[in-house]
């Protein structure tokens, strides 16, 4: 009986050994379950700051685009300062031009001023009650001459000389241009300067040339073999 009870002893105590160990075995089996879980954990949360390192990573890299991209796009110093100074330059250029334009319409204004005073034009010369055509050179003495008679009509008192000629003072000097000039009837010249002569023949003398008259019908009747007075004017 007592081997029994020994046997039944022991019986109970394996069995409650048993008891514990299985419960012991699967209080850890939890335990070890979760280590899974706490890994799967660890790496969501490292894929989530790898993802957030990329994005910021990736922010990174597009903020660095577009500052190159606007840095690539924006003109540098030096590309700025060249394109001032071209448009300075194209300025200057066309300031140029235009200057080139104005001294070149102020010179032909100059010479059509210069032609029209200088272009050959028709006086009166009035003898008595005849009145004559005369057609003017072109020089400096002339275009002084029509500028007084622009003024008023231009009367001299000529006297005779050598039967050939009528000569009087003009109360001023013009610019001379003499030359040695063998003078025909009907011809009008400046001698000394300052005097007026009209041929109704011929000399040889040194003159400058005013003009001559057109038509010498009753010229040499008009001027006659006295004094006369004798009326230049525009026609």
């Given at each position: ?10 019986a ?14 699967q ?26 390192n ?75 009650d005849?009145?004559f ?61 300052n ?27 008009a001027?006659g ?11």
């Open positions: 009986m007592r081997k029994l009870y020994t046997v039944l002893y022991l109970i105590i394996l069995s409650c050994m048993a008891a514990c160990g299985k419960n012991d075995i209080a850890q089996t939890p335990s070890r379950q979760a280590e899974p879980s706490t890994i799967e954990s660890s790496s969501q949360s490292d894929s989530l700051n790898g993802s957030e990329a994005d910021e990573s990736s922010v990174a890299m597009d903020s660095t685009e577009t500052v190159d991209e606007t840095m690539s796009e924006s003109p540098t110093a030096d590309e700025t300062e060249s394109m001032a100074e071209s448009v300075e330059a194209a300025n200057e250029a066309e300031s140029v031009q235009e200057t080139e334009r104005n001294e070149t319409s102020v010179a032909e204004t100059d010479i059509q001023n210069n032609t029209e005073e200088n272009k050959v034009a028709n006086m009166n010369v009035q003898v008595g005849v009145v055509s005369a057609t003017l050179e072109e020089n400096e003495a002339v275009s002084a001459l029509v500028e007084m008679m622009q003024e008023s009509p231009v009367v001299i008192q000529m006297s005779d000389y050598s039967g050939f000629e009528k000569v009087g003072p003009l109360g001023t000097s013009l610019p001379a241009n003499n030359s040695q000039t063998t003078t025909q009837a009907g011809d009008i010249v400046l001698y000394n300067g005097q007026i002569v009209i041929f109704y023949g011929s000399n040889s003398w040194s003159y400058t040339r005013l003009g001559h008259i057109n038509d010498l019908t009753g010229w040499e009747d001027l073999s006295g004094d006369v007075t004798v009326i230049f004017s525009l026609e």
